[in-house]
């Protein structure tokens, strides 16, 4: 923590709202882990005259030292890297100069320098680079009754129309945009969970961008769990034109809508169609944590509408991006106890290493590998594979471990071209958790996909 206090009182550095072009820092439509591979290379020498002091991947903070020719002028340079509220990857840098009275103007231009290079090094191209805002006010204001970003009629344009969200894309077609997006995909769900009452309730909205060079592709899907009961509200899948300033946004789509604050800040989620109500308001944030592999998990305050009851809660926010189109399997869970515990495991991103974080009252815990099995599966034959109902879990160092089990659950096949089909599954679980010598009952959400 010195170490950290000590680089106080910078002499240059950017912010998000500066009106200095050079002091505004990245924000890149590029995944958490390329961009931090690529600062970690040139902070260890791959930009002339730095060198790695220091790094750390889970707060998301790489330290350096830098020199200058032909002025021998020294100074210490502190970058941050993180997910901002959309899950895009958010650049800051700040320096100051080892000798108090080595206040030059180098410092403003090491930092346009080596966001330059970092540009070079990434390839990144114009529409990767987003602007983080707009001179003429919020990216957005805070609507009552229009949806997210296109207009009050809630459907997004089809591929056939013009981007109504990205003016960049004016009139042209799908089939006529030149092929210069990498395929990237953009995950993001965001669930209420209320497990303190006999009769738990889950709601849970899923989204996926698969952003191509002609195409936006699109998926949107709805659940309600009340009282081990699973109802799906929405199944949707769609193209829209590529959107080059923010192809990671969530759009509404059929009778889901939403309502957005300033700088695309998601504030409610409601589906209303027939008898059917159901809304979702976030609140204040709580706890936020971010993984090193590209993930961002915002927990939150937050209140659900159930045909005119209302009922408060926690919301989960999950959101993360992968180079190329959807693969691989991956599930995280949010479980919930009742002595102030919440606890996540997650392996979002496929990889098959789950880590775990947990808020115990005001006491945070990280836990950066975590073994978890499936210890008993039943068939899925609509899939053709087996599905877990029981999971098992053990931190490397033995300090966190438990179990859970499926109460209830709602498993959807998904097109595929093999014999065996990828799956999307919700679960509302139930189980015990162990952090050292605690032992605390747990209730929650579970969010499971095998490709």
């Avoid at 923590?1 to 072009?21: E, H, I, N, V, Y």
């Avoid at 800040?265 to 976030?282: C, K, M, T, W």
């Amino acid at each position: 923590m010195r170490f950290w206090k000590g680089l106080a009182g910078q002499d240059a550095r950017t912010s998000a709202d500066s009106d200095d072009p050079a002091l505004v820092g990245r924000t890149y439509a590029i995944p958490f882990g390329t961009v931090w591979d690529a600062i970690v290379a040139l902070a260890s020498g791959g930009s002339k005259g730095w060198k790695l002091a220091r790094w750390d991947d889970q707060i998301g903070l790489v330290a350096a030292d830098v020199t200058s020719w032909p002025i021998p002028l020294a100074a210490t340079v502190l970058i941050s890297v993180k997910l901002d509220a959309n899950g895009q990857t958010r650049v800051d840098m700040s320096i100051r100069n080892v000798a108090e009275e080595g206040r030059l103007p180098i410092n403003q231009r090491r930092i346009d320098r080596f966001f330059r290079e970092l540009d070079r090094s990434l390839a990144v191209r114009p529409e990767q680079v987003l602007v983080a805002r707009s001179a003429a006010g919020p990216i957005i204001s805070l609507v009552t009754a229009c949806t997210l970003a296109l207009g009050c009629d809630g459907d997004s344009p089809d591929v056939a129309a013009t981007d109504a969200a990205d003016p960049s894309a004016g009139a042209v077609a799908a089939e006529t945009a030149p092929d210069t997006t990498a395929p990237t995909t953009y995950q993001r769900t965001v669930v209420f969970v209320d497990t303190e009452r006999d009769t738990t309730v889950f709601v849970s909205w899923d989204f996926e961008n698969l952003t191509l060079a002609d195409s936006t592709r699109r998926t949107l899907r709805g659940w309600v769990g009340r009282g081990a009961q699973w109802i799906l509200l929405a199944d949707e899948a769609w193209a829209t034109v590529p959107s080059r300033r923010a192809p990671w946004r969530i759009v509404p789509r059929g009778d889901t809508r939403m309502i957005v604050g300033q700088d695309d800040v998601l504030r409610e989620i409601y589906y209303q169609a027939g008898v059917r109500d159901v809304s979702v308001r976030i609140g204040d944030a709580v706890i936020e944590w971010i993984d090193s592999r590209g993930g961002r998990y915002r927990l939150l305050d937050g209140v659900a509408r159930l045909g005119g009851e209302e009922r408060s809660g926690w919301v989960m926010d999950v959101s993360g991006a992968r180079a190329g189109a959807p693969s691989g399997s991956g599930e995280w869970g949010l479980l919930v106890g009742d002595d102030q515990l919440k606890l996540l495991l997650s392996n979002a991103d496929g990889s098959g290493e789950y880590r775990a974080w947990a808020r115990m009252g005001t006491e945070e815990r990280f836990w950066p590998s975590v073994s978890v099995s499936w210890s008993e599966t039943r068939s899925f034959e609509r899939a053709r594979r087996d599905i877990p109902v029981l999971w098992r879990f053990r931190s490397s160092d033995g300090s966190l471990r438990g179990e859970f089990q499926s109460v209830s659950a709602h498993h959807l096949t998904l097109d595929g071209t093999s014999p065996i089909l990828p799956v999307l599954g919700v679960y509302e679980v139930e189980g015990m958790v162990n952090t050292d010598d605690n032992r605390v009952a747990v209730k929650g959400f579970l969010r499971h996909q095998q490709r």
